[in-house]
């Protein structure tokens, strides 16, 4: 047992595989590498939060990851379940905040903006308004 802090005058502390930096009085924080892979694993109540400048910007609980602030992701994404995106704008395209309702097609304005409206009753058929709209 420890009784005040523990300076390491500037050398390393070295721990072996499997062996673990623990924190919380009842050792809710482990931080150890088990000869293949690093992890910090919350262990107790709570969620895993990380922060800078005191700013928590990832929070991983036992149902997911939620991320505070802008994301950036460099390569491809690949999403198992659904994606909602509503009002955002993805490779320069902005997406409609709504479901619309029955009957409403896509259309765009020609400049990247998508909005829901109703099928034309005149000028184009309803097989070319359809056509548009996957086509998109």
């Not at 499997?18 to 088990?34: M, P």
Request: hydrophobic share 35%; no cysteine.
């Amino acid at each position: 047992s420890l009784g005040g802090n523990l300076a390491s005058n500037g050398n390393s502390i070295d721990f072996a595989d499997n062996d673990k930096a623990r924190f919380g009085t009842g050792n809710d924080l482990e931080v150890f590498h088990n000869a293949t892979n690093s992890i910090i694993n919350d262990a107790g109540t709570g969620d895993l939060q990380l922060q800078t400048g005191g700013s928590t910007k990832l929070t991983i609980q036992s149902t997911g990851v939620g991320v505070t602030g802008n994301s950036a992701i460099s390569g491809d994404a690949n999403v198992t379940g659904s994606v909602t995106a509503a009002g955002a704008t993805i490779a320069s395209i902005t997406y409609p905040t709504s479901d619309g309702t029955n009957g409403q097609v896509m259309t765009t304005n020609g400049s990247g903006t998508l909005s829901l409206q109703a099928l034309p009753s005149s000028g184009a058929s309803v097989g070319q308004s359809i056509a548009f709209a996957i086509a998109l």
